[in-house]
Every structure is written in C-alpha cells, then in structure tokens.
C-alpha cells in the first residue's frame, strides 16, 4: 500500500488476499477500527464467492454462514450447502483421518514428525464440492467431532452490530 489514499474495500480487500506490505498490516491492527469493518469485510468476501446468497458471518477462508430462504445456513465457497447454521457442519463433509506414521509423514517431514499416532489423530475435513480444505483437528483417537464454535448470530447482530439479524433462527 502506498501512502497515496486507498479506498477502505482495497485495504480490505489486500487484507484478505495476504497483500499487504507488514508495515501496512501493522498499521491497520494498530489503528482505530472503523464502525463499518465487518460490513467492508463482507462485501469483499461477497465477491469473492461464486453465489448469490448474502453471507452473514464468516466462518473460515473456505466456510460461511449465509442467509437462504430466510434461514441461516453453512455453505463452503465452492458453494456446497452443508447444514443449518447451528448444526455440527463437520458431519456433512470428507474427512481423511491420519493415525498411522506413513499417513503423518504425507503431510509431516520425517525429521520433524513427533506425533504419536497412538495418541493423536489429525482430521482434515474437506468441502464434499470441491475438495478444499475446511479445517484440521488434532485430537485423540475416537474424540467426538466438533466444531471449534458456534456463533450466537442474535446476539452478534442486535448487540454488537446494532441491527436486526435479516434471517429467521
């Protein structure tokens, strides 16, 4: 970014494509935040996303929770529909679940694998569209699948962004 004035969507913008110089970057965390951030954010990932439905909240690069028929639903970028927004998304995707050495060392260089397979699993879940990677969970072997949160869409609409939630929960 230069010191010539940008608009506030090509800084987000930057932000989200991991363009910013870390001076700029540092900058921007430091700096008061401006009352429309989530709004600017929004409308960035917006275009970003091959359809129509109004994303409400996201939930990751990949993942997000949008509005549907007056519903709020997860659905990935590719555009796969998974579930409702306060249902355990994971359940509806691909997983590869790595719990031996030779899984471990197709994603871990051997000289740095020091995971116990014993121990501790890693689960990659993957969009059921397109393949992309969602999330990765480290956890024992027969630990139940869960989301890292759940986001209180009410409370995070009328209270913090002083609006209505435009979908029925």
């Known amino acids: 970014m230069k010191e010539q004035a940008k608009s506030t969507r090509d800084l987000t913008r930057a932000l989200l494509r991991r363009e910013l110089a870390w ?12 009352d429309n951030r989530f709004d600017e954010m929004l409308a960035v990932l917006q275009e970003q996303v091959p359809w129509k439905e109004t994303i409400l909240m996201p939930l990751g690069e990949n993942l997000f929770i949008v509005a549907k028929g007056g519903r709020a639903i997860v659905k990935t970028m590719a555009g796969a529909e998974l579930c409702a927004w306060n249902e355990n998304w994971k359940m509806k995707c691909r997983v590869i679940v790595r719990r031996t050495v030779a899984d471990l060392k197709k994603v871990f260089a051997a000289e740095h694998l020091t995971i116990d397979p014993a121990l501790v699993e890693i689960r990659e879940w ?31 609409y009328e209270t913090w962004l002083g609006r209505e939630l435009p979908v029925q929960l």
């Open 23 to 34: 001076p700029d970057l540092f900058r921007l965390m430091r700096d008061p935040k401006s």
């Open 126 to 156: 993957m969009c059921p569209a397109s393949g992309m990677l969602l999330d990765v969970d480290c956890v024992p072997p027969t630990y139940p699948v869960e989301v890292d949160f759940t986001p209180d869409l009410k409370a995070f």
